[in-house]
């Protein structure tokens, strides 16, 4: 029933930027959390930002400061993406769960999630 849908990836020299977009369908809850993963090849897939319906943000050691996650509504969900490094390379995800979550780790954490979108993918070259 719920369906999501990202889009704005592509490829960028490092130093560069994207913006991330992820379009949901389906139903709407008054209290939701919406967060973005990526996953390298080889590697695990790991949280990148979250965002909740109380506006609480989260993010990952490697993007603070380079990343910021945004909600227009619980439609629409953003991930701006400055300063690219090559190590960002990856396919990246967005999900959403019902309901929000006590605490930042549990916000990055991919078994919490029920939907997701299919993938975009982001290549940031040297």
């Known amino acids: 029933q719920v369906q999501l849908v990202e889009s704005g990836g592509g490829s960028v020299q490092a130093g560069g930027s994207l913006r991330l977009s992820c379009a949901a369908s389906?139903?709407?809850?008054?209290?939701?959390?919406m967060g973005w993963f990526r996953q390298a090849p080889g590697k695990e897939r790991e949280g990148v930002a979250a965002?909740?319906?109380?506006?609480?943000k989260t993010y990952s050691d490697s993007v603070k400061g380079r990343f910021t996650i945004s909600q227009d509504n619980t439609k629409n969900m953003y991930l701006q993406m400055n300063s690219l490094k090559p190590e960002d390379t990856a396919v990246y995800f967005c999900?959403?769960?019902?309901?929000?979550?006590?605490?930042?780790?549990?916000?990055?954490?991919?078994?919490?999630?029920?939907?997701w979108g299919q993938g975009t993918q982001v290549t940031v070259s040297s």
């Open positions: 999900a959403i769960r019902y309901g929000r979550l006590s605490s930042a780790e549990y916000r990055l954490a991919t078994a919490w999630y029920t939907y």
């Open positions: 965002t909740d319906s109380n506006g609480v």
């Open positions: 389906g139903s709407s809850w008054s209290s939701s959390t």
